[in-house]
């Protein structure tokens, strides 16, 4: 790992991985809503559109380059930086470096590249729009942060994105796209050397903008923190009441947080772990386990200059909303008044540090995480010491940090109540701190020559030998895959039931796969749901299930020392599945709420009706699960559809990952 600045002030991160002949580029800018007024509210995100728009030495749409070197491009705005990442193999990384040099400064920013892309972002909030949880949380931000640009959702609104004009957005371009506000990541395989070479040739004559620009930047950057200063939470007295057309009731409510460089935030997130992290953990007891919430998670967002705690809960068929803020209440009450176990605390620093591994194992991962600790924590080594940090929270540590910022008096409380099923639900994605990642159309064709002519010169491949999974199969009819792969001290293991899809159910029962995948994790012969849970999440481990068209999908992943727990595990769920009549009531209310917000999404619901007209009447694939389905499917069938579809003959594993495989097939045998 190199840390390297060029004279210009551009800020390059190297990290040579050898593991594939893979690179991956990504340059983040020091811009995104935070640094916007109320009158530019979604400038960020508009200006991300165009920097797709071409170049004034490549006229065409740069979607059109990244496919053309097979990229996997793409860019997102949050509330601290603008992103911009792609990853091709390794003889193409001189051609992206190239590409990302040039729309560093000679973007093309005019009317028609802007009336273009206004459409494209204008549909994008139109369609946030259409969801009653962004609605929700929207009224949620702005109310908790009323004069900071954290209270506003970084997309912006349609009203003010359809009033920037071409030299309005210019402005802001010239002022934050700049070598000094920006950081370059490369990660993969590369020499270093050679290719910080590479970089100063096409990045170190990229002068700044002038200083009229800079100045510009210096001005906005005071202007905004002499707002922070003067700018904490505003919780209000009563609770946010929203009642619009919807399908199901939503809660949110959002505690204020310091920022990413406070030295509670390692204790925070520990917190948030014990309070929402699987099914042992104390806000899913209290909420989902009891039959309140259908769903219930919390996320601490720690940014740049403050940061907040949401918790985030759906509530099940016929509960009120009042009495699930109470139940709420007192589980918070609780982590602030008593101290937690020394066993919750462990289990959470598990699933922690194990979370941390398993999203940072390949090379784009990596770079993301390397650019945002630069960018947002200024030090790319900031995980490094977040990890170390972990190791020293307390349970007093968790106590003091709840009763700190878990603050009755702090919160704002967001209720959602639906008056009709008119709206359009989305509540995967209710964690709208999550930045967008876009879906760029390349607009009309264009001869592959034209693109080609633009196109930066490409050497060769050279080609690399890459390992190959060994295969075997037990006596039983299993189909077994390995990979060793030592790169991270992770093991990911991957399998398919080719039987027991949702083109196995009985039209009559539609449904019943997906209930029977969703219920495998509810008990064995030997265990209830929660003790199974509890053995994968005292090590960090997770195993999931979920019912496809044509079959089941199983997952999961362990560090490379608990692989045994979690192949014994799934082991005993494929074969000693109870399915006890209590979870599949709660399971079958789930299923309900989330029927109800599938027939109120238009996509949704429009993919439904194509695919009926597409299949006919008895085939597998025109039944969809329906609330008469549903509420007619018993203990006794997802048993029998288990006993008749889970078999080894059908089943293929794949494990990738740190082990030794011929202790592995010794496990698996």
């Given at each position: 790992m190199?840390k390297?600045?060029?004279?210009n002030?551009?800020?390059?991160?190297?990290?040579?991985?050898?593991?594939?002949?893979?690179?991956?580029?990504?340059?983040?800018?020091?811009?995104g809503?935070?640094?916007?007024?109320?009158?530019?509210?979604?400038?960020s995100?508009?200006?991300?559109?165009l920097?797709?728009?071409?170049?004034?030495?490549?006229?065409?749409?740069?979607g059109?380059?990244?496919?053309?070197?097979?990229s996997?491009?793409n860019?997102?705005?949050?509330?601290?930086?603008t992103a911009?990442?792609?990853?091709?193999?390794?003889n193409?990384?001189e051609?992206?470096l190239?590409?990302?040099?040039?729309?560093?400064l000679?973007?093309?920013?005019?009317?028609?590249?802007l009336?273009?892309?206004?459409?494209?972002?204008?549909?994008?909030?139109?369609?946030?729009?259409?969801?009653?949880?962004?609605?929700?949380?929207?009224?949620?931000?702005?109310a908790?942060?009323?004069?900071?640009p954290?209270g506003q959702?970084?997309?912006?609104?349609?009203?003010?994105?359809?009033?920037?004009?071409?030299?309005?957005?210019?402005?802001?371009?010239?002022?934050?796209?700049?070598?000094d506000?920006?950081?370059?990541?490369?990660?993969g395989?590369f020499?270093?050397?050679?290719?910080?070479?590479?970089?100063?040739?096409?990045f170190g004559?990229?002068?700044?903008?002038?200083?009229?620009?800079?100045?510009?930047?210096?001005?906005a950057?005071?202007?905004?923190s002499?707002?922070?200063?003067?700018?904490?939470?505003?919780?209000?007295t009563?609770?946010?009441?929203?009642?619009?057309?919807?399908?199901?009731?939503?809660?949110e409510?959002?505690?204020?947080l310091?920022n990413?460089?406070?030295?509670?935030?390692?204790?925070?997130?520990?917190?948030?772990?014990?309070?929402t992290?699987g099914?042992?953990?104390?806000?899913?007891?209290?909420?989902?386990?009891?039959?309140?919430?259908?769903?219930?998670?919390?996320y601490?967002e720690t940014?740049?200059?403050?940061?907040?705690?949401?918790?985030?809960?759906?509530?099940?068929?016929?509960q009120?909303?009042?009495?699930l803020d109470r139940?709420l209440?007192?589980?918070?009450?609780?982590?602030?008044?008593?101290?937690?176990?020394?066993?919750?605390?462990?289990?959470?620093?598990?699933?922690?540090k194990t979370?941390?591994?398993l999203?940072?194992?390949?090379?784009?991962?990596?770079?993301s995480?390397?650019?945002?600790?630069?960018?947002?924590a200024?030090d790319?080594?900031?995980?490094?010491?977040?990890?170390?940090?972990?190791?020293?929270?307390?349970?007093?540590?968790?106590?003091?940090?709840?009763?700190?910022?878990?603050?009755?008096?702090?919160r704002?409380?967001?209720?959602?109540?639906?008056?009709a099923?008119?709206?359009?639900?989305?509540?995967?994605?209710?964690?709208?701190?999550?930045p967008?990642?876009?879906?760029?159309?390349?607009?009309q064709?264009?001869d592959p020559?034209?693109?080609?002519?633009?196109?930066?010169?490409?050497?060769?491949?050279?080609?690399?030998?890459?390992a190959?999974p060994?295969?075997?199969k037990?006596?039983n009819?299993?189909?077994?895959?390995?990979l060793?792969?030592p790169?991270?001290?992770?093991?990911?293991l991957?399998?398919w039931?080719?039987?027991?899809g949702?083109?196995?159910?009985?039209?009559?029962?539609?449904?019943?796969a997906?209930?029977t995948?969703?219920?495998?994790?509810?008990?064995?012969?030997?265990?209830?749901?929660?003790?199974?849970a509890?053995?994968?999440?005292?090590?960090?481990?997770?195993l999931?299930f979920?019912?496809?068209?044509?079959g089941v999908s199983?997952?999961?992943?362990a560090?490379?020392?608990?692989?045994?727990t979690?192949?014994q595990?799934m082991?005993?769920?494929?074969?000693?599945?109870?399915?006890?009549?209590d979870?599949?009531?709660?399971?079958?209310?789930?299923?309900?709420?989330?029927?109800?917000?599938?027939l109120?999404?238009p996509s949704?619901?429009?993919?439904?009706?194509?695919q009926?007209?597409?299949?006919?009447?008895?085939?597998?694939?025109?039944?969809?699960p329906?609330?008469?389905?549903?509420?007619?499917?018993?203990?006794?069938?997802?048993?029998q559809?288990?006993r008749t579809?889970?078999?080894?003959g059908?089943t293929?594993?794949?494990?990738?990952?740190?082990?030794n495989?011929?202790?592995?097939?010794?496990?698996?045998?």
């Amino acid at each position: 790992m190199k840390k390297t600045v060029l004279q210009n002030g551009l800020t390059v991160l190297t990290k040579e991985i050898h593991t594939a002949p893979v690179v991956s580029v990504q340059v983040w800018y020091r811009v995104g809503s935070r640094n916007e007024t109320p009158e530019q509210n979604g400038i960020s995100h508009q200006l991300e559109h165009l920097l797709f728009k071409g170049t004034v030495d490549r006229p065409l749409q740069f979607g059109r380059f990244f496919n053309a070197l097979g990229s996997q491009s793409n860019a997102f705005t949050g509330y601290d930086e603008t992103a911009y990442f792609g990853t091709v193999e390794s003889n193409k990384l001189e051609a992206l470096l190239t590409l990302e040099a040039d729309r560093m400064l000679n973007s093309v920013i005019g009317s028609e590249q802007l009336d273009s892309e206004r459409q494209v972002v204008s549909s994008e909030l139109q369609g946030y729009e259409n969801s009653p949880d962004y609605r929700l949380t929207r009224a949620v931000m702005a109310a908790a942060f009323p004069h900071h640009p954290y209270g506003q959702m970084p997309g912006g609104t349609k009203a003010v994105v359809e009033q920037f004009t071409p030299e309005q957005v210019q402005r802001y371009y010239r002022t934050y796209y700049r070598p000094d506000n920006a950081i370059l990541v490369i990660t993969g395989d590369f020499v270093t050397a050679s290719v910080l070479q590479t970089v100063q040739e096409l990045f170190g004559h990229l002068a700044p903008p002038q200083a009229a620009a800079r100045l510009d930047a210096s001005s906005a950057s005071s202007a905004s923190s002499a707002q922070q200063r003067s700018q904490q939470s505003s919780a209000p007295t009563a609770p946010i009441w929203l009642q619009e057309a919807g399908s199901v009731a939503l809660l949110e409510a959002v505690y204020p947080l310091p920022n990413l460089n406070h030295p509670d935030v390692p204790a925070i997130n520990l917190m948030d772990y014990i309070l929402t992290a699987g099914r042992n953990s104390r806000l899913y007891q209290a909420l989902v386990e009891s039959g309140l919430a259908s769903s219930a998670s919390a996320y601490p967002e720690t940014l740049l200059e403050l940061g907040w705690y949401t918790i985030f809960a759906v509530a099940a068929p016929e509960q009120d909303l009042a009495q699930l803020d109470r139940v709420l209440q007192q589980a918070v009450a609780d982590i602030r008044q008593n101290p937690v176990t020394e066993e919750e605390l462990q289990r959470a620093k598990a699933l922690l540090k194990t979370a941390i591994v398993l999203n940072n194992q390949d090379i784009t991962s990596q770079a993301s995480q390397l650019a945002y600790d630069q960018t947002v924590a200024d030090d790319y080594r900031y995980s490094d010491r977040y990890l170390a940090a972990l190791e020293q929270v307390t349970v007093a540590d968790i106590q003091r940090v709840a009763q700190t910022y878990l603050d009755p008096s702090q919160r704002t409380l967001g209720l959602f109540e639906p008056t009709a099923t008119a709206g359009q639900a989305n509540l995967a994605t209710a964690d709208r701190s999550e930045p967008t990642i876009e879906s760029f159309s390349p607009s009309q064709p264009v001869d592959p020559a034209e693109v080609a002519r633009y196109l930066p010169p490409i050497p060769p491949s050279t080609t690399t030998s890459q390992a190959l999974p060994t295969q075997f199969k037990l006596d039983n009819g299993l189909q077994v895959l390995l990979l060793p792969d030592p790169s991270t001290p992770m093991v990911n293991l991957s399998g398919w039931i080719g039987t027991g899809g949702s083109g196995f159910d009985p039209e009559a029962k539609a449904g019943l796969a997906s209930l029977t995948a969703d219920n495998l994790m509810n008990g064995t012969q030997r265990q209830t749901a929660l003790s199974l849970a509890q053995t994968l999440e005292d090590v960090g481990a997770e195993l999931s299930f979920g019912a496809y068209q044509e079959g089941v999908s199983f997952s999961g992943y362990a560090l490379n020392q608990h692989l045994p727990t979690l192949v014994q595990t799934m082991a005993e769920v494929l074969q000693q599945a109870t399915f006890p009549a209590d979870q599949l009531e709660l399971s079958r209310q789930r299923a309900l709420t989330s029927l109800k917000a599938e027939l109120d999404d238009p996509s949704s619901l429009g993919w439904r009706i194509f695919q009926q007209a597409i299949y006919p009447s008895g085939h597998p694939f025109h039944a969809f699960p329906t609330e008469t389905n549903l509420k007619q499917i018993t203990q006794a069938d997802l048993v029998q559809f288990y006993r008749t579809y889970y078999h080894p003959g059908a089943t293929s594993l794949v494990l990738v990952g740190d082990f030794n495989p011929e202790q592995v097939r010794s496990l698996l045998r």
